[in-house]
């Protein structure tokens, strides 16, 4: 039986922004995870991560917030920055209630910057905007996951006001795009302005507060949108198609809302057409990350959104990546489903 608390799901955020602004990086920070097999480092697929409670009130501590989490811990997608992946962008942003968008503040607004802002305001997506990578402003004094105040206050007169003279030019750029931003400890009409959060991904600067400001904006996604539980899949999509020793070829999919169950009979968009098979196991990796190696998972007979999560099935060689994957319900006509899956 669910309880009150089981009865929300957790908030999905995005992380979108130019290449190399450092999406990744400040995921790996913020989640204590580190995406492993980055080609070059650069991101070339979407992928999903959880911030625990407790990371969330360990990096926030500083700020001596009294940040209750009332919320469910948010589940991160990363997408890529390469112009060529617009799609991945899109797609990405589609199973999100929020956003973070990264902005490299040596650079400010680059192509792809503009291109996010365009589909955040095109999909209506309340979002923070994380200026990162001040510790490049020339004599920053590292201060490691201080909040951003504090770590203003150990600067000198010099790096202030690189960071103010940078800090304007881009308030200015994103002026000219028609986004009213200010800093987000001088922003006073949260919703028509949007905050803006230094940070750096590297020593941690600024990390409290973008956490405190995600926490504040889920609570208030949650609140505005009501993001109810329910059984039924509404929204779920495959992330990645890999082969998995011992098991063939798997999907990993985002399940947006609704619950997967094992044995259940599932149809996803393949090259040669729609694929129906049945769900043999549910897994997600080893809460402990060190336990990841030999493949340690673990084993789900229902999982509810929002997860991300590994599916053991037959038949899903072809299974196109960023389509939907669609449930068969005991009183749904398959033939439907099967051409309700082309379509995507
Ligand atoms: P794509 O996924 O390819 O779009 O890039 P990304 O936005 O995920 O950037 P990524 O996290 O791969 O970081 C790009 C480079 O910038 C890496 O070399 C990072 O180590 C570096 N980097 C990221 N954040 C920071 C930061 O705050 N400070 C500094 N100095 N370097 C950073
Ligand atoms: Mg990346
Ligand atoms: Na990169």
């Known amino acids: 039986k669910l309880s009150e608390e089981d009865k929300v799901r957790s908030p999905i955020c995005c992380m979108m ?45 500083e700020l001596k917030s009294d940040t209750k989490l009332k919320v469910p811990r948010p589940l991160f997608i990363d997408t890529p920055g390469y112009e060529f992946y617009t799609n991945l962008r899109s797609r990405g942003l589609g199973l ?13 607004l680059e192509p792809q910057t503009i291109e996010c802002l365009n589909l955040l305001r095109m999909k209506n997506t309340e979002f923070i905007i994380a200026l990162n990578k001040v510790d490049r402003l020339y004599g920053w004094r590292i201060c490691e996951n201080a909040p951003i105040l504090e770590a203003m206050k150990q600067q000198t007169k010099d790096v202030i006001n690189e960071f103010n003279m940078r800090l304007n030019e881009i308030i200015n750029q994103f002026k000219e795009q028609g986004l ?15 905050s803006i959060v230094p940070t750096c991904a590297i020593s941690g600067e600024g990390i409290p507060d973008l956490l405190l400001l995600l926490v ?23 992330l990645e198609v890999k082969v998995m020793e011992g098991y063939g070829t798997t999907i990993d ?9 094992e044995g259940g009979q599932i149809v996803v968009c393949g090259l040669q057409g729609p694929i129906v098979t049945t769900i043999r196991a549910l897994l997600t990796p080893h809460p402990i ?56």
């Not at 995921?27 to 080609?39: F, H, K, P, R």
């Not at 999100?96 to 400010?108: K, R, S, T």
């Not at 039924?232 to 999509?237: A, G, H, L």
């Not at 929002?306 to 899903?316: P, W």
């Open 96 to 108: 999100c209630d929020f956003a973070i968008l990264v902005v490299d503040i040596m650079h400010g």
């Open 253 to 261: 999919v985002v399940l947006v809302n609704g619950e997967l169950h």
């Open 180 to 194: 009213n931003s200010e800093l987000y400890y001088k922003n006073k009409e949260m919703g028509e302005t949007f």
């Open 17 to 61: 922004g130019h290449i190399d602004t450092g999406k990744t990086k400040l995921l790996d920070y913020i989640t204590g995870n580190v995406q492993e097999g980055e080609a070059g480092g650069t991101t070339q697929k979407m992928g999903a991560t959880y911030l625990s409670a407790r990371n969330i009130l360990e990096k926030t501590m």
């Open 216 to 238: 504040q904006l889920t609570q208030k996604t949650m609140v505005e949108k009501l993001i109810t539980y329910v059984d039924k899949v509404q929204q779920c999509t495959v």
């Open 289 to 344: 990350k060190e336990l990841h190696v030999n493949g340690n998972h673990v084993h789900h007979e229902v999982i509810k959104a929002a997860e991300c999560i590994n599916i053991i099935a037959k038949d899903l060689e072809h299974v196109i990546v960023g389509t939907a994957l669609h449930v068969v319900g005991p009183d749904d006509d398959i033939e439907a489903i099967k051409e309700l899956v082309m379509e995507d």
